[in-house]
């Protein structure tokens, strides 16, 4: 394996988690609804942020390499938008309020295909 079909798995390893991430916040508001819970309730807005905060924290560095970020950027995935989030859902996080958090949840469905699109795209450049 060359090393960058190392790299490139490693960053399959971290979308993945990622999407591992989306799928919880999309069953976590599936359970809230289902147990008639408000998705305004205190603890589904703070385990959402949680989760959501997640899907940035793969966006280190150490992680999802800035080239394969650098790469989509913008084209599905607006990667800084999600590092942004991150960085307010985990710092400034009593500044945000539960509509933003539930209309970043919202948009899990969307982010999954997008993040499914790369994974194909990186395993299509990795076969050749």
Known sequence: MRENDGQRELDIQYLKTMIYYAEQVKERLSFAQSHNLSVNDDMVVESVALLLGQIGEQLDSKKLSIELQQKYQGNPIDFSSI??????????????????????????????????????????????
């Open 83 to 128: 590092s942004k989030f991150r960085n307010k859902a985990y710092h400034h996080y009593g500044s945000m309020n539960s509509k933003g958090i539930l209309k970043a949840a919202m948009g899990m469905d969307e982010l999954i295909e997008q993040i499914n699109y790369i994974i194909r795209k990186e395993r299509q450049t990795q076969n050749f």
